[in-house]
């Protein structure tokens, strides 16, 4: 319960900072955020949320879509560090630091993004420390899962790939029984978290389906 929203608005109730929305977490309430002028900002897919290069100045929290971070190598290719989605905060690890981004974010699919100043988040943080705690932890689970993919190139056969994210993400949501997470990635976007082919990823998927290992429903993957 935070005492100064409790004054300044007078309810008798407590604001819930950490909560969650369609099953996914969010990382700072939205109610929050907009308590503090943050705005909801809209994204066609293929728009620029932000870009390798820029000074970073807001802090942005996923409301509904799918956003891709990535990195443009020398040659051209893309590197892509990953694909968070609703609830999912990005590019946050900037807001403590004065370097620029070294990564794009991208809409994949029409996004509505929380958008609040840096300066704000900041405030909002400094005053509610178990907030700050939970920011470093969500950032820890975001480290966790880069590693986690940089391990894939070590690893040959694509049904180990494949479990190991599919694993770390349904734990990640809390979900434990058999075919309970949907997951929540196309196999395009399966194919490039792993460094597989995407036909491999249909056809290993499909063979993780013989095995009772996932259950498929139209084309949805259930673990």
Same mark, same amino acid.
């Given at each position: 319960?935070?005492?100064?929203y409790l004054?300044?608005?007078s309810?008798?109730?407590t604001?819930?900072?950490?909560?969650?929305?369609n099953?996914?977490?969010?990382?700072i309430?939205?109610?929050?955020?907009?308590f503090?002028?943050?705005?909801?900002?809209?994204y066609?897919?293929?728009?620029?949320?932000f870009q390798?290069?820029? &000074?970073?100045?807001?802090?942005?929290? @996923? %409301?509904?879509?799918?956003? =891709?971070l990535?990195?443009? $190598?020398e040659?051209?290719? #893309?590197?892509?560090?990953?694909?968070?989605f609703d609830?999912?905060?990005i590019?946050?690890?900037?807001?403590?630091?004065?370097?620029?981004?070294?990564i794009?974010a991208? &809409?994949?699919?029409?996004?509505e993004? @929380? %958008?609040?100043?840096?300066? =704000?988040?900041?405030?909002? $943080?400094m005053?509610?420390? #178990?907030?700050?705690?939970?920011?470093n932890?969500?950032?820890?689970d975001?480290?966790?899962f880069?590693?986690?993919?940089?391990?894939?190139?070590?690893?040959?056969?694509p049904?180990?790939?494949?479990?190991?994210?599919?694993?770390?993400?349904?734990?990640?949501f809390?979900?434990?029984?058999?075919?309970?997470f949907?997951?929540?990635?196309?196999?395009?976007q399966?194919?490039t978290?792993?460094?597989?082919?995407?036909?491999?990823?249909i056809?290993?998927v499909?063979?993780?389906?013989e095995?009772?290992?996932?259950?498929?429903?139209?084309?949805?993957?259930?673990y």
């Amino acid at each position: 319960m935070f005492l100064w929203y409790l004054i300044s608005c007078s309810i008798a109730y407590t604001l819930t900072i950490f909560t969650q929305i369609n099953n996914n977490k969010m990382v700072i309430s939205e109610d929050l955020l907009f308590f503090h002028k943050a705005t909801l900002e809209n994204y066609e897919a293929g728009d620029a949320v932000f870009q390798e290069g820029t &000074a970073a100045k807001y802090y942005f929290q @996923i %409301r509904q879509g799918t956003v =891709k971070l990535n990195t443009f $190598l020398e040659d051209g290719k #893309e590197f892509v560090h990953g694909f968070p989605f609703d609830g999912h905060c990005i590019g946050e690890s900037y807001l403590f630091t004065d370097h620029h981004y070294a990564i794009n974010a991208i &809409a994949v699919t029409q996004c509505e993004i @929380i %958008r609040i100043s840096k300066t =704000k988040v900041l405030e909002i $943080l400094m005053e509610n420390p #178990e907030l700050l705690l939970e920011i470093n932890k969500y950032m820890a689970d975001r480290m966790h899962f880069r590693f986690m993919i940089s391990s894939f190139l070590a690893i040959s056969d694509p049904i180990v790939k494949l479990m190991k994210l599919f694993d770390h993400i349904k734990r990640y949501f809390g979900f434990e029984e058999p075919y309970s997470f949907l997951v929540p990635y196309t196999r395009q976007q399966i194919a490039t978290l792993t460094g597989l082919r995407v036909e491999t990823v249909i056809r290993y998927v499909k063979k993780m389906e013989e095995q009772k290992m996932v259950k498929i429903e139209s084309t949805k993957i259930y673990y």
